[in-house]
């Protein structure tokens, strides 16, 4: 599985009411709220084993499915 | 220095015929002194706490700032011989001592604000004006710097305009550096249209502050100050009014702060977004004090509960209590640091304490009642419904006049004592066979009231799809004028000022 | 849209809003034509159509009440005026004189010295009451510093609707009715009553902390007076036989020194009873405070050669001054018999 279907997984157990992958201003348009950004750093943290910081809570990095995933992959690379 | 004395507006005045009657280049320098003289004439010892706030933000930032670009060049010059894990080590090193350096100026800046806001005997006349806004300014800025969200500004000047920008200083907004430097540091050409608009602005905020705000809070000193007289049926008028009042008083005053930022072309970030319209507790705090409520969360929520231990302890508890829990007592956990010290950023005393632990409370609960609320939409009234959603709004004012009895008393206790007293409803006939006049507002004074608050809503309905000034500037040019007109001259007449009026402070001054 | 246009429309609108505040302000200050009436006192000088008076009396209600100019004219043809308001301090007495000035001169001035018992003015509605009615001139705009209390401000005199922008509430007829038109109320500056209440038992002063006279009232009692003899005019100091508020014997000793070290004329009422014949059970209508009409007429009596020897004259032989008194004098008599 790659790392946007387990993202994808993760997002729909979380706000089943949501379509993710079409949704592009997630936090912009406040489908996502703090207590859900929280929940997601959690979760992505332990299912991709990356250390999110403070430093990367910008609603930039959260807006989309796509955008997690860039994120996602640039700290694994790391 | 009050918004609404002779004193601010003459101020006002003179700084915006300097402003724009010099040449662009020197604006700054106006406003810097501008920003100068309004500080001193609130008492000079005040530029002392300033100063240090701003010396000790900039010089952590701009460190920082050096340091980073320092171990950018370093990793790029030594690429090749690098390894991998050397690297890492070497960031890991710097980033330490970035962490001291931010960690001290926020140590500083935190113990300074402690310093003034706890009750004590050095400081017991010095609360520098604005000193709660100003801070969490600067050290959202200082975080921003240090996660490298923000470029640290190079010229001091520069920064200690930012922090000392005096319509923000009398109470708030918090505004963001990346939010307010743009406009802040441009040059102005004199624009008409800025100028109508901020005047409007500013003429709205004086019509909340004056004739509404003004006007009750003499009722609410009266009722708050003498629980002997004044209890039962009396509490819950307090309430009311009280709700009314902060939000004219509040909401007006920023209305003035950005109305006058706009006038010196300067955009400043809302405050508030109608909140009495909301439908939760938790939506309010999306709409009410909006760049308090996000500052607490961007630099106290998101990093306390992202931090390693919260994370480490999150996985801790899926592992032994299930993935529910494991889930949610992170979030619970930091939730729980942030309406504490929110509670104890208003005030120190126990009643706001309190006030920020019941939020939490509230909150916590609905957020658990969420399934059941979901359930219950399904099965028997949709959320969307009309008649659901004007409940849940009337139930969200109710819940506020609530809420916000906090602010009357000086204690938890007699907060809870005063709501003992409401639900016995002892005094209602009192208060209602002519209690209700001997408050200090007279029929005339209620009248005022009411009428005043239903131009807000009716303001708060218009405004909704767009700004009620952009709607008026599309109508003939005599309606324009009349409106304007009108809304000066019923400020002018109406308004709770002069001698007969205490000139209350705004209740926001003194967090 | 173009610069001019909106320059125009910018103007217009100011004009119009100009006009509707003026408007305004008309309608929502005070009028003082009915109830409270002290407070139309002072502008009332400024309609008089011969202002040269010989005599010109200030202090507060002390000489408004007591001496009245229609029966000095009667008696000696002295053409006399009273420049006093309710509770006037004596930094405005001062102003108000400095004011008088602009117009004319006066052989007499008569100072009653009661307000040198305060340093500082007590309370802005009495400060309205003499300030309001003065014509702008440096000597208000002085008298406006000297006496404004905590919380007033400049701007409020001059644009008086921010004082009064709350009278919204307790307007009348007559606010409307006298917009723009005012009546009398005084007898060149005499406020008549004709009533009696007879004084009772006044009771001794409370011994006071300190009874000396504050830096600030002697400093305007020294302007008072140099102002008299730059302009040489004779300055009389009077004590109105008010049995209140009380006047300590260590009051009067320091006003005597005062009188003796500059060699002024001093004449304390109180002492004088036998003199002027003021019977304290007619003379008053308010339990002694205030004189009434009938106590009026004694003190003016009494008065009338002292201001003569001091430089007045008697001008009946005017012709012109005497029409006018004889146009005062109809209405003064009429006032005086429908009210007794």
């Known amino acids: 599985m790659n790392v946007k279907e387990e993202l994808l997984e993760i997002l729909e157990e979380l706000h089943p009411d949501i379509d993710f992958a079409e949704e592009e201003q997630l936090i912009d348009d406040k489908l996502l709220d703090s207590f859900d950004v929280v929940t997601l750093v959690t979760e992505i943290g332990s299912a991709f084993d990356v250390e999110l910081t403070a430093a990367d809570m910008v609603p930039e990095n959260f807006n989309s499915v796509d955008a997690m995933v860039a994120m996602i992959e640039r700290m694994m690379e790391d | 220095m009050l918004f609404t004395s002779y004193a601010f507006i003459g101020f006002v005045l003179v700084l915006l015929v300097l402003y724009y009657a010099v040449p662009r280049r020197f604006q700054k320098l106006i406003l810097f002194v501008g920003n100068v003289c309004f500080y001193v004439m609130s008492g000079w010892t005040n530029l002392i706490f300033m100063g240090i706030t701003i010396l000790s933000t900039y010089g952590a930032a701009r460190w920082i700032g050096n340091n980073i670009d320092a171990q950018k060049a370093y990793v790029k010059a030594h690429k090749e011989e690098l390894s991998r894990e050397e690297k890492k080590a070497y960031k890991a090193k710097e980033k330490k001592k970035r962490k001291l350096i931010a960690a001290l100026a926020v140590i500083l800046n935190v113990a300074l604000l402690a310093l003034v806001k706890f009750p004590n005997r050095i400081f017991l006349f010095l609360m520098p004006m604005g000193i709660s806004f100003y801070t969490l300014m600067s050290l959202g800025y200082l975080l921003d710097v240090y996660w490298e969200k923000q470029k640290p500004e190079k010229s001091l000047f520069r920064f200690a305009l930012f922090v000392s920008f005096f319509p923000q200083l009398v109470q708030g907004p918090i505004s963001r550096f990346k939010d307010l430097s743009e406009s802040l540091y441009a040059e102005h050409a004199l624009d008409w249209k800025n100028i109508y608009y901020g005047f409007v602005r500013v003429l709205w905020g004086f019509f909340k502050k004056l004739v509404i705000a003004d006007r009750l809070s003499v009722v609410i000193a009266t009722i708050s100050g003498d629980f002997d007289t004044y209890n039962g049926a009396y509490i819950f008028l307090e309430m009311f009014l009280y709700t009314i009042q902060l939000y004219a008083d509040f909401s007006g005053g920023i209305d003035i702060t950005i109305g006058v930022a706009q006038m010196l072309g300067v955009e400043m970030a809302e405050n508030f977004i109608r909140p009495y319209f909301s439908k939760s507790l938790k939506e309010y705090w999306r709409r009410w004090h909006i760049t308090m409520s996000t500052w607490f969360r961007d630099y106290l929520f998101y990093p306390i509960s992202i931090t390693k231990t919260?994370?480490?302890?999150?996985?801790?508890?899926?592992?032994?209590?299930?993935?529910?829990?494991?889930?949610?007592?992170?979030?619970?956990?930091?939730?729980?640091?942030?309406?504490?010290?929110?509670?104890?950023?208003?005030?120190?005393?126990?009643?706001?304490?309190?006030?920020?632990?019941?939020?939490?409370?509230?909150?916590?609960?609905?957020?658990?009642?969420?399934?059941?609320?979901?359930?219950?939409?399904?099965?028997?009234?949709?959320?969307?419904?009309?008649?659901?959603?004007?409940?849940?709004?009337?139930?969200?004012?109710?819940?506020?006049?609530?809420?916000?009895?906090?602010?009357?008393?000086?204690?938890?206790?007699?907060?809870?004592?005063?709501?003992?007293?409401?639900?016995?409803?002892?005094?209602?006939?009192?208060?209602?066979?002519?209690?209700?006049?001997?408050?200090?507002?007279?029929?005339?004074?209620?009248?005022?009231?009411?009428?005043?608050?239903?131009?807000?809503?009716?303001?708060?309905?218009?405004?909704?799809?767009?700004?009620?000034?952009?709607?008026?500037?599309?109508?003939?040019?005599?309606?324009?004028?009349?409106?304007?007109?009108?809304?000066?001259?019923?400020?002018?007449?109406?308004?709770?000022?002069?001698?007969?009026?205490?000139?209350?402070?705004?209740?926001?001054?003194?967090? | 849209m173009k610069k001019s246009v909106i320059l125009r429309r910018v103007v217009a609108v100011g004009l119009l809003l100009i006009f509707i505040l003026y408007m305004l302000q008309r309608l929502l200050v005070p009028k003082y034509i009915t109830g409270i009436v002290e407070g139309a006192f002072v502008a009332e000088y400024y309609r008089e159509p011969d202002k040269n008076f010989d005599v010109i009396f200030v202090g507060d209600c002390e000489v408004y009440e007591n001496f009245s100019p229609a029966e000095l004219w009667k008696e000696y043809g002295i053409h006399s005026y009273i420049r006093g308001s309710a509770q006037q301090y004596i930094w405005q007495s001062y102003y108000l004189l400095e004011d008088t000035l602009r117009f004319h001169?006066?052989?007499?001035?008569?100072?009653?010295?009661?307000?040198?018992?305060?340093?500082?003015?007590?309370?802005?509605?009495?400060?309205?009451?003499?300030?309001?009615?003065?014509?702008?001139?440096?000597?208000?705009?002085?008298?406006?510093?000297?006496?404004?209390?905590?919380?007033?401000?400049?701007?409020?005199?001059?644009?008086?609707?921010?004082?009064?922008?709350?009278?919204?509430?307790?307007?009348?007829?007559?606010?409307?009715?006298?917009?723009?038109?005012?009546?009398?109320?005084?007898?060149?500056?005499?406020?008549?009553?004709?009533?009696?209440?007879?004084?009772?038992?006044?009771?001794?002063?409370?011994?006071?902390?300190?009874?000396?006279?504050?830096?600030?009232?002697?400093?305007?009692?020294?302007?008072?007076?140099?102002?008299?003899?730059?302009?040489?005019?004779?300055?009389?100091?009077?004590?109105?036989?008010?049995?209140?508020?009380?006047?300590?014997?260590?009051?009067?000793?320091q006003v005597e020194a005062y009188a003796a070290k500059y060699d002024l004329p001093y004449y304390n009422f109180l002492e004088l009873q036998e003199e002027t014949g003021v019977d304290y059970s007619t003379d008053t209508y308010d339990g002694g405070l205030h004189m009434n009409l009938s106590g009026a007429k004694k003190l003016s009596h009494y008065i009338g050669p002292i201001l003569l020897e001091n430089g007045a004259a008697d001008r009946r032989d005017d012709a012109a001054l005497s029409r006018i008194w004889d146009e005062k004098l109809v209405r003064y008599e009429e006032a005086a018999s429908k009210k007794e």
């Open chain 2, 310 to 511: 919260m994370q480490n302890f999150s996985k801790f508890l899926r592992a032994h209590f299930g993935d529910y829990i494991g889930k949610r007592l992170p979030v619970y956990v930091a939730s729980f640091i942030v309406w504490f010290v929110t509670g104890i950023w208003h005030g120190t005393t126990s009643n706001f304490i309190v006030w920020g632990l019941v939020n939490y409370v509230i909150l916590m609960i609905s957020e658990e009642l969420e399934p059941a609320y979901a359930a219950f939409h399904e099965k028997c009234i949709p959320a969307e419904a009309k008649g659901w959603r004007v409940f849940m709004v009337l139930r969200t004012f109710t819940m506020l006049c609530f809420l916000k009895l906090f602010d009357c008393y000086q204690s938890a206790g007699e907060v809870f004592r005063a709501y003992g007293s409401a639900f016995t409803f002892a005094k209602l006939d009192e208060l209602v066979h002519g209690g209700w006049l001997q408050l200090g507002m007279s029929l005339a004074d209620y009248v005022v009231v009411a009428i005043g608050s239903v131009v807000i809503l009716t303001v708060s309905l218009i405004q909704r799809p767009e700004s009620v000034r952009d709607q008026l500037s599309r109508k003939p040019f005599a309606l324009q004028a009349g409106v304007v007109m009108a809304l000066f001259l019923v400020t002018l007449i109406f308004g709770a000022y002069g001698m007969g009026y205490d000139a209350s402070q705004f209740i926001y001054n003194r967090f």
């Open chain 3, 105 to 253: 001169k006066p052989e007499v001035v008569v100072f009653n010295i009661q307000s040198l018992q305060y340093d500082e003015s007590q309370s802005e509605a009495y400060n309205r009451m003499t300030l309001e009615g003065m014509q702008w001139s440096p000597a208000k705009v002085g008298s406006i510093r000297a006496s404004m209390t905590e919380g007033e401000h400049f701007l409020d005199y001059v644009f008086p609707i921010l004082r009064y922008h709350d009278r919204w509430k307790e307007l009348t007829a007559d606010d409307v009715k006298y917009m723009f038109k005012t009546e009398p109320v005084t007898y060149n500056g005499y406020y008549m009553r004709t009533d009696v209440l007879a004084a009772g038992d006044i009771p001794e002063g409370r011994p006071l902390e300190n009874y000396d006279f504050g830096d600030k009232a002697w400093e305007y009692m020294d302007k008072i007076r140099a102002l008299c003899e730059e302009n040489d005019i004779q300055l009389v100091m009077v004590k109105a036989p008010s049995l209140y508020p009380y006047w300590y014997p260590e009051y009067e000793e």
